[in-house]
């Protein structure tokens, strides 16, 4: 039986031009800093953007961006995400703050459909998602009702960390999902093990990001985080992000 919201939510996204998914095999590899660092340098680059902390394992995005606890989404048929540092921010904690959501199963499904369902995003040239980690039913919510949606894989130089990366990729080509490529995640040596690793999964290996301490201490501080490694890096990972736009080839 076909879910009546899914028309609902194909209207609210059909005026976004690219649907990028950040994700990761597992937490703690610096996914959400990756992708409101990539939101905010395609914002700074003059495109429309919106960002989607759709992270319900621990949404965080709005932490890294300071976002005002008082600050929440206009209610204008649906709710209107507010601007943050000309972002269209859109996140769970704007529904319970940074108390527990102890969501489980069914209740996460519902309220991603939920989000998914209200929000009036309007015209955006990206938006950029903050996935949850791994392979789990809401993961499967997502890719089941957002369409156009290319996935960028965050992982960590750990071998370990690949293994789940690993897991991950055959997941989402076996769902026929694109993948942009591969971002190796707080490099602190020269070892280029994930570098010779990602190729033979058909992937790209886009850049490194190297480790960079004032990473953490510009939590908060959105200007300083793109002055940071992460935000050097964003230029490599913008251009592949173009140029697999361009050549159509995802």
């Not at 028309?7 to 005026?15: D, G, P």
């Not at 540092?85 to 859109?90: A, G, P, Q, S, W």
Request: net charge positive.
């Amino acid at each position: 039986m076909i879910d009546p919201r899914s028309s609902v939510v194909n209207e609210r996204l059909k005026k976004i031009k690219r649907i990028i998914a950040v994700s990761s095999g597992k937490g703690g590899v610096g996914k959400s800093m990756v992708a409101t660092a990539l939101a905010l340098s395609l914002s700074r680059d003059g495109y429309n953007v919106g960002l989607f902390d759709l992270d319900f394992t621990g949404p965080s995005t709005h932490i890294i961006l300071n976002v005002p606890k008082n600050l929440q989404p206009l209610e204008d048929k649906g709710l209107v995400p507010p601007k943050v540092e000309n972002l269209n921010y859109m996140s769970l904690v704007y529904f319970v703050g940074d108390n527990p959501a102890p969501l489980r199963g069914l209740d996460i499904s519902n309220a991603i459909l939920e989000l998914l369902t209200v929000t009036q995003w309007g015209e955006l040239d990206f938006l950029v998602i903050d996935m949850p980690p791994g392979i789990s039913d809401a993961v499967l919510d997502v890719v089941r009702f957002i369409k156009r949606i290319e996935f960028l894989i965050i992982t960590t130089p750990s071998l370990l960390a690949f293994e789940v990366v690993k897991k991950q990729v055959t997941f989402l080509l076996n769902m026929k999902l694109p993948i942009i490529g591969v971002v190796e995640n707080m490099k602190m040596d020269k070892t280029d093990a994930i570098e010779r690793e990602v190729p033979k999964l058909n992937l790209r290996y886009l850049c490194p990001i190297l480790f960079d301490a004032k990473v953490e201490s510009s939590i908060g501080y959105p200007s300083k985080l793109l002055r940071t490694s992460l935000g050097t890096a964003m230029k490599q990972i913008k251009d592949y992000i173009l140029l697999a736009g361009k050549r159509n080839v995802l």
